[in-house]
């Protein structure tokens, strides 16, 4: 079975640009969050949808959105990048809203703002 | 403000060596707490635990949670260089949002 699938693994971006990033869950599971981990620090909540609806937001500016399909897959996409966007972003999937069958992490996507 | 404080921040032992990695939480709606293993991207997944008291173990990694003193801690018994890693803590909210709010990790570094 296939786990949690991110893309692209790697991104170089200017500060101003946009970018989105892409997640598909563990098939089944129907819940997708978004997570920001600088270096040296814990993973940081950013979105959290399931089926189809945010149902958590972090303490992340407006330039942060996401979405999510019908097929469960994700988007994230962060507009006007600064330096400090630079970070592991991680993506989640749970079976459900609530973690009760755990939360499984995909292997992120590495976004460099210069 | 919901928090999450794992201590030490970095540690390192010989291989065989017993290690305790400490985690200690403030947060409101309170769901579960959840240990994971960051060696270079992917976090993955040791343990869940909901119930104080009850023991969670899996080869020689065990984790146990303290609900009224708000805390949980990771033991890992005759540690191995595989074991090298970034050990992160994380509590479950609940409440419509199910976030999972992190510590800064311990840093474990195994010697041969």
């Known amino acids: 079975d296939a786990g949690v699938t991110q893309s692209p693994t790697h991104l170089i971006k200017t500060r101003g640009q946009h970018v989105t990033l892409r997640c598909s869950p563990i098939?089944?599971?129907?819940?997708v969050s978004w997570y920001q981990q600088v270096l040296g620090q814990g993973p940081q909540f950013i979105f959290q949808?399931?089926?189809?609806?945010?149902?958590g937001r972090g303490n992340f500016p407006d330039r942060f959105s996401a979405r999510q399909f019908p097929n469960y897959s994700s988007e994230l996409n962060v507009n006007a990048l600064l330096l400090g966007d630079s970070a592991l972003y991680l993506c989640?999937?749970?079976?459900f809203g609530q973690g009760a069958g755990g939360y499984t992490f995909g292997s992120g996507t590495r976004l460099t703002v210069v | 403000e919901d928090k999450v404080v794992q201590s030490p921040l970095s540690l390192v032992v010989h291989e065989g060596d017993t290690v305790t990695l400490n985690c200690s939480y403030e947060v409101t709606n309170f769901r579960s707490l959840l240990w994971y293993k960051q060696e270079k991207k992917a976090p993955t997944f040791l343990f869940m635990l909901?119930?104080?008291?009850i023991e969670k173990k899996s080869g020689r990694l065990s984790s146990i949670l303290d609900k009224k003193e708000l805390f949980s801690i990771l033991n890992i018994t005759a540690t191995q260089t595989g074991d090298s890693a970034v050990y992160l803590c994380?509590?479950?909210?609940?409440?419509?949002?199910?976030?999972?709010?992190f510590g800064k990790g311990t840093k474990l570094s195994v010697i041969p």
């Open positions: 909901t119930s104080s008291g």
């Open positions: 098939s089944g599971h129907k819940s």
């Open positions: 989640a999937s749970s079976l």
């Open positions: 949808y399931y089926e189809k609806e945010e149902r």
């Open positions: 994380a509590v479950e909210l609940g409440a419509g949002s199910y976030q999972l709010t």
